[in-house]
């Protein structure tokens, strides 16, 4: 690497700050009682007969408040007589094993210590229904075999497509309870298609399971929980749009709608399906989704310890560090992109040395010269946005000024010993 270092070396890279940015702080303040109190309105015990099993799902994204919600939905039904088991409902992410799966809860917090009932863990699904299209519909065995399930999920704003449902209660039976063999028929006719898809093959699901309820949570933009919801089965399809209106609303951003160089420290599959929320980085793999700020040139650093190694969407950048290609799980990456039909999102980018190199790779390639010009914007991840840095072009260009304050006088880009970032 060497000629491509020397390339590099005499780029220079612009002084950053480090900026607050404002979001809506809606937020519950005791999050188990809230939930159980709208349990007990909702009347799910009259739902839950003393003896019987249920399932409750467990979704692969690092959910706020994740162990509390789940806990709190064990002891209810613990409370009305019944055993609960924990079923991982993740597609075909955790490298689309048994033990992957469960292994991508225990990173998440959620455990039989921690959460007090048993995580079963299967890759076995049973055919419950047919679409249209006849596509089987899928669904994990040991769901299926329960008395009831109750279905528990974040409800936001899908990185890969636009539709009525995008991520919720309706994809974690399409996608998540449906396991790897059922995710890769819900998204064998591409993204393009998934919206429709994706309700025809969740509504066959709904109609065919004992579910007992749905609990959807949003979160505003400080990765706190905003609101909770309990649904009965009846009230999924028409309720569920709403809440994903609401969840919009409260979403984090950065101020910008363009950006010449965008480095974001870490990615994985704990923040995102995509390693990224794309809303955020304003780059997509699929021609089904859009938005976001114009970003010229794009940088991942790292991979996020609870990814498991899976780099899902380092497709989007178009350079990565060295430590970041050394985390990579190619087989679960690839699964991951061969189940959802999409390759785009692991394409190799460049590799570099360090970091400095990918900072230094962006900045040469944005197309802005004058450093007094280029509007470089550094995250640690797209959950936390809350506390990120941008030059002093960016934070000129910015899009709010009351949303956005500067917290630091410029200082010189951090590196250590071996030039990766010292920031987070």
Do not use: W
């Amino acid at each position: 690497m060497s000629q491509i270092n020397e390339i590099l070396d005499n780029i220079k890279l612009p002084q950053i700050m480090k900026v607050k940015q404002v979001f809506d702080d809606t937020k519950i303040d005791d999050v188990p009682e809230y939930l159980n109190q709208k349990l007990i309105e909702k009347q799910i015990k009259d739902k839950i007969k003393p003896g019987m099993k249920i399932a409750i799902t467990g979704g692969s994204r690092g959910i706020s408040h994740y162990q509390a919600l789940m806990k709190t939905v064990v002891d209810f039904v613990y409370k009305c007589g019944a055993t609960p088991f924990v079923v991982p409902a993740m597609g075909s992410h955790g490298g689309g094993t048994d033990e992957g799966q469960a292994n991508m809860l225990k990173k998440l917090g959620i455990t039989k210590e921690t959460v007090g009932c048993d995580i079963i863990s299967s890759m076995e699904v049973v055919e419950v229904g047919r679409t249209s299209k006849d596509l089987p519909v899928y669904i994990d065995k040991n769901a299926t075999e329960a008395d009831g399930i109750i279905l528990l999920n974040r409800i936001k704003l899908h990185t890969s497509f636009r539709g009525k449902y995008e991520s919720g209660l309706i994809k974690m039976m399409a996608i998540g309870l449906a396991k790897r063999k059922g995710a890769d028929m819900t998204h064998s006719l591409r993204y393009e298609n998934m919206a429709e898809n994706l309700v025809e093959v969740g509504t066959i699901a709904l109609q065919n399971l004992n579910i007992i309820c749905g609990v959807a949570s949003i979160e505003n933009g400080y990765n706190e929980v905003a609101d909770v919801f309990v649904l009965k089965k009846d009230e999924i399809l028409e309720e569920e749009p709403k809440i994903l209106e609401k969840s919009k609303k409260l979403m984090s951003r950065i101020y910008l709608d363009d950006i010449d160089v965008l480095i974001v420290n870490e990615i994985g599959k704990n923040i995102s399906g995509t390693g990224v929320d794309t809303n955020i980085v304003g780059r997509f793999h699929t021609k089904a989704a859009s938005g976001g700020p114009n970003t010229i040139k794009l940088g991942f650093l790292d991979i996020s310890e609870k990814s498991g190694g899976n780099g899902n969407g380092m497709g989007l950048a178009d350079f990565v560090s060295k430590k970041f290609y050394d985390k990579i799980d190619f087989p679960s990456t690839y699964i991951n992109a061969i189940t959802s039909t999409e390759p785009n999102s692991v394409k190799l980018p460049l590799v570099l040395d360090n970091d400095k190199y990918v900072f230094k790779g962006c900045v040469k390639l944005c197309g802005t010269r004058d450093l007094d010009k280029l509007k470089l914007v550094v995250i640690n991840n797209t959950k936390e946005l809350d506390e990120v840095y941008m030059s002093k072009a960016a934070f000129e260009n910015v899009v709010d000024e009351e949303k956005v304050e500067v917290v630091s006088e410029l200082f010189d880009i951090p590196f250590d010993e071996e030039d990766n970032l010292k920031l987070f």
